[in-house]
Structures are given as C-alpha cells and as structure tokens.
C-alpha cells in the first residue's frame, strides 16, 4: 500500500537522471556531420574548418570524440559565428566516397580546410583541448602583417620568403584576394601589406604585388597577373612560396612520408649553402618533369646522422644525395658528378623503372655489363640498406592505418 509513495520518488530520480543526461551529453557539442549533401556548402562558407575523418571502430577515433567534441566547445565560446571556425565529422564508414576524395589513409585524420580549400597540412599535434583550441587560434591570426612604415623592409628576414602586397585599400577586390592567398600559404611564406598614402609610391599603375626571394642580393619578382583573379594569383604565389626542393625536418617528417612520394634527398652541413644551391638548380634542369613523381628534400645532416649512418656515410662525407624509396636506400655515386649532364636525372629513371632495386640484389643489369665484368657479376650483387625515413611516417600507436603497402623500389 506504500506503492503511491514510492512512485513520485522514482519519477524524480527518472527525470534527474534525464536532466544530467541531456546537459552532458556529447551530442550538444556544435560539430557537424558531413555527408556528400552538406559538405560543399558547408566548408564553403567557413573561414576555417576543421574536419575529423574516423572510424567508429577505431580505438583512436573513439578516444578523439569526447576530445574533439570538448575542444568545439571552447572554440565556440570564441568564436560564435559558424562562418569564422567550423568543427566537422566525416564517418568514413558511411561515407567512402568523401574518405576516397580526400584520400584519408589512416584513422583519425583532422584536415584543415580555408573557404572550402583543404590545406596541405593536417593537425598533427597533440590530443587535448588545449592544443586543439591553441591550433584553430592560431589559424584565426591575421597572416598579412600590415607595414606602417616602408622602412621596415630594410628589416626583413632574406632567410624566409617574403610577399609583399602595396593596395590602394583594405577593402578593395585585390586585398581580398591577397589576403586568402596568404591564408592558405601562411606556413610557407611572410605576407606584408602597406595601404593608402603609405603605398603610394609603390603604386604606380595601381595595387602591386612583389616577392623578394632568400637571399640578400636576389633580385625582387613582380606579379604581373590580375589581382582580382585568385586562381592565378594563388599559383604564382605557391610557385614562389613552395619550393621544388623542401628541408626535412622531424616537425614536417611525417607529412612529408606520407605524401608517399620517394625521397631525393640532399644531406649537407647546414652552413654549406652552395652544394644546397647546386643541388636546387640541376634539380630544377634535370628533373622539372619529375614533380609529382618524387620529393625533391634536402636535410641537415648533423641533425639526421641516423639515415646517412643506415648507407653507411657521415657527416665528414657530406653532400651526399640518396634516395629513400621507403623500402631501400640508394645512394648518388659522387656528388661531382652532379654537373655531368643527364646524371642525376638518369639515378631517379633507375629508381623508376627497378634498375636500382635489381642491382643491388642482383648486380648490374646486363646491358651494362661488359663482357670482361661478366664472371664478376656476383661479387659486386649486394643487398641495399633498408629505408630509413619510413620511421618518420605516422605511427600505429597513435592512428589505424588502412594501407601501408608501396610499390617494390
């Protein structure tokens, strides 16, 4: 009979239960599942975005969530309006044909993405809210720093590569076109601006755009295109901010390794500027139409005594130029014969067509075998060292990776 009075009580805790429920339940994080209908118009109008490719199954991807979720929170609080920073989910499983668009090879993957355009680097950095929120601050730093003073071009850092935009206004077409130009490459180049009076005389056919390369005495470049036209003023600004030989470090190792590109790497002493010079421009003339069929690196071999220790050289030795297939390691004959013509481009033919790989497991092809050398042949087969820069690819104690298989080189 004591029934009446136990029910209001249960009743209460029932409710209590769904109060606590629903004021911490994930869900009320502001992040939003992408799918092939949304995600246009989503990342589109964002400033910046920031998009969480995953798996439900993934241990990593299961302990991201709640992170990533948290980290949205802060960032809102920041930033309210949807168009300045947005959190977004991709469940790869549901939707592989985002994950095959934006070639996701390993879960989970955070991409950044600026007006809709996903960047080249992905968040890589460590797994808590205060990185996470540091990281979107950060992205949401003006990249263009206003001159107001033409004297401080005497100040700039001719080690970095500088682009510097003179604009009648801030509020004009070609500003906004510089300024999401320097968004994207803000990693890989220094924009400045100088506006009004202040440009004037920099000015003298309207708004004006130059770079001034590394290099005390390198000559400055004008850009001769339309400003108002972003597509081209984009790729000149890459071609001149990213350069076809990048420096390796163990910051950008990782990206670098999972471009899945092969190596051709310069080891030199970080003070021995002319060998990088040599190596830049006969990698320029030789091999221009091998972008996008290798990397074209060059390391600080005091910092990477690892890997040239693996193709048994040192620091004394240097340059050495090698190439990391990610299955072996190769190494250049002799950095003298750089200038020989055709040389260095005939090493990365080898690499291409096998000819490295079968030689060092079986001796010289026998072409290029004379026939007195024939009998020798078995001698001079040997086995070559084992990549070294594969150690620098993403770790399967911190993401699931889906394929790690490459082509036998």
Known sequence: MKLPAVLPSLEFNYITILLVTWFYNPSRSEITSLDSGNIDETLNNADVALVNF?????????MLHPIFEESSNVVREEFPDL???????????????????????????????????????????????????????????????????LEELKALDRSKRNIIGYFEGKDSENYRTFEKVANILRDDGVFLAAHGSLSKPERFSGDNVIYKPPGENSPDMVYLGSLSNFDLTYTWAQDKCVPMVREITFE????????????????HLKEDTESLEKFQHEAARQLIGEKGTINFLHADCEKFRHPLLHIQKTPADCPVIAIDSFRHMY??????????PGKLKQFV?????????????????????????????EEI???PPESSFQKLAPSETRYTILNRDRDEL
Not at 331 to 340: A, I, T, Y
């Open 331 to 340: 190494v250049f004959p002799d950095f003298s014969d750089l200038n020989v």
């Open 252 to 267: 950008n190792g990782e990206e670098l390794t999972e471009e899945g590109l092969p190596f051709l790497i310069l080891f």
């Open 54 to 62: 995953y798996a439900d199954w993934c241990r990593f991807s299961q």
């Open 83 to 149: 168009k300045q920073v947005v959190f977004a989910r991709v469940d790869c499983d549901q939707h592989s044909d985002i994950a095959m668009r934006y070639r996701i090879s390993k879960y989970p993957t955070l991409k950044l993405f600026r007006n809709g355009m996903m960047m080249k680097r992905e968040y890589r950095g460590q797994r808590s809210v205060s990185a996470i929120a540091d990281f979107i601050r950060q992205q949401k730093v003006d990249p263009v720093k206003e001159m107001h003073d």
């Open 381 to 383: 087969a040997s086995n």
């Open 349 to 377: 033919q080898d690499l291409h067509s096998g000819k490295l790989h079968r030689e060092f497991h079986h001796g010289p092809d026998p072409t290029d075998v004379t026939p007195g050398q024939q009998e020798n042949q």
